[in-house]
């Protein structure tokens, strides 16, 4: 088994689906195991997916239903069983090759791992600004770029899933609790 596995959430994301497994096939990230989830979509991602996985380090489960954003990544943590489960998003805004860059931190153990957005418009970091001060003043806690990918988590650190909310705030109730945790 491998160290580290990824949840990949696909909801209507079949226009970028080869050029994500083309990405995902990049031998400098074997080590890493891929799980793509088709959260319910309707535009022919199953049927993809159907056609092409599972290959090599990477495999698909189908949701009939979309169980929201945090939901669809929760169910496929539950499918891994790797000491490292985290995510990225399926719109290739982090290229899959650039999880190389937190090996070194997953081999000295560290629990909780969150990216760091580059590159981006003024009123982009403006916005993710004023989220992070809001966030961290109403939770005391300090929290930058709360929605930045990858998010990685050390799988016995992992909170119980009942617990964590089933939409868009699953990163930010991540990240608060890691930061609260220690």
């Not at 696909?10 to 990405?23: A, G, P, T, V």
């Not at 096939?25 to 799980?35: G, N, Q």
């Not at 560290?110 to 418009?121: E, N, Q």
Request: charged fraction near 25%; glycine fraction near 8%.
């Amino acid at each position: 088994m491998k160290k580290l596995g990824i949840v990949i959430p696909c909801f209507n994301e079949r226009k970028s689906l080869e050029e994500l497994i083309s990405r995902l096939e990049d031998p400098t990230i074997s080590w890493v195991d891929f799980l793509l989830v088709d959260n319910g979509s309707s535009d022919g991602t199953q049927r993809y997916f159907t056609s092409v996985l599972p290959r090599g380090n990477i495999r698909f489960i189908h949701l009939e239903e979309n169980q929201g954003y945090g939901g669809g990544i929760q169910k496929g943590i539950e499918m891994l069983e790797n000491e490292y489960v985290g995510w990225i998003h399926a719109d290739l805004q982090i290229d899959p090759v650039e999880l190389g860059k937190f090996l070194q931190h997953i081999d000295n153990g560290v629990d909780f791992i969150k990216g760091r957005r580059r590159g981006r418009t003024f009123s982009e970091k403006f916005f993710t600004a004023s989220m992070s001060i809001i966030v961290s003043l109403v939770l005391q806690k300090r929290l930058i770029d709360i929605n930045a990918q990858p998010t990685i988590i050390k799988r016995q650190h992992f909170p119980d899933e009942t617990k964590l909310p089933k939409d868009f705030a699953l990163d930010l109730c991540l990240y608060a609790y890691s930061r609260k945790n220690g």
